[in-house]
T-cell receptor, first 114, second 110 residues
């Protein structure tokens, strides 16, 4: 079974803190994605990576950065957390050439910034 | 304008009803079309994907794509309470960027 594991299910952080969300996949997938999910807005792509050390901005990259030092791990970094970054964060992975395969999602991390 | 539009619902139907879920899109570069299902407090899971215009059937589920109208649909026959979930349409262009609709929340009551 494909497994995409996110390090935390729930996280509470203070405004201004640097926050790290970790994601690990065990299927040797080339592509990894970070989305945030908000009511009425659906899943919005923050960043995605198609190879180690490679990254591409999604639709809402502002306030976020990412790191992909190893193929199986993709980290999302909130440089200085703000209350408008309170959201559900979902990590996904898939083989290159998503036209012929699917993206697998983790369980999500619900982040609250106070 | 969003690239992918989807009515958020909620949609509430009785058990056994036929459900129709829809998305429209604006970019003709989208090539592949998918439907994901997301149960409460879980990540989305792929339900079906299609490429060309036309229908694709899998059990009680039928996915329909009309590229000329930029319109995709998911039909659920004989809906069950276990189908209660949020259904998200998703699309891919020629890169691997997966773009989602907002999701439609479906409730099937016994």
């Amino acid at each position: 079974d494909v497994k995409v594991t996110q390090s935390s299910r729930y996280l509470v952080k203070r405004t201004g803190e640097k926050v790290f969300l970790e994601c690990v996949q065990d299927m040797d997938h080339e592509n990894m994605f970070w989305y945030r999910q908000d009511p009425g807005l659906g899943l919005r792509l923050i960043y995605f990576s198609y190879d180690v050390k490679m990254k591409e901005k999604g639709d809402i990259p502002e306030g976020y950065s990412v790191s992909r030092e190893k193929k199986e791990r993709f980290s999302l970094i909130l440089e200085s957390a703000s209350t408008n970054q309170t959201s559900m964060y979902l990590c996904a992975s898939g083989h290159r050439g998503l036209l012929n395969t699917e993206a697998f999602f983790g369980q999500g991390t619900r982040l609250t910034v106070v | 304008q969003k690239e992918v539009e989807q009515d958020p619902g909620p949609l509430s139907v009785p058990e056994g009803a036929i459900v129709s879920l829809n998305c429209t899109y604006s970019n003709s570069a989208f090539q592949y079309f998918m439907w994901y299902r997301q149960y409460s407090r879980k990540g989305p899971e792929l339900l079906m994907y299609t490429y060309s215009s036309g229908n694709k059937e899998d059990g009680r589920f039928t996915a329909q794509v009309d590229k000329s109208s930029k319109y995709i649909s998911l039909f659920i026959r004989d809906s069950q309470p276990s189908d209660s979930a949020t259904y998200l349409c998703a699309m891919i262009k020629n890169t691997d960027k997966l773009i989602f609709g907002t999701g439609t929340r479906l409730q099937v009551f016994p």
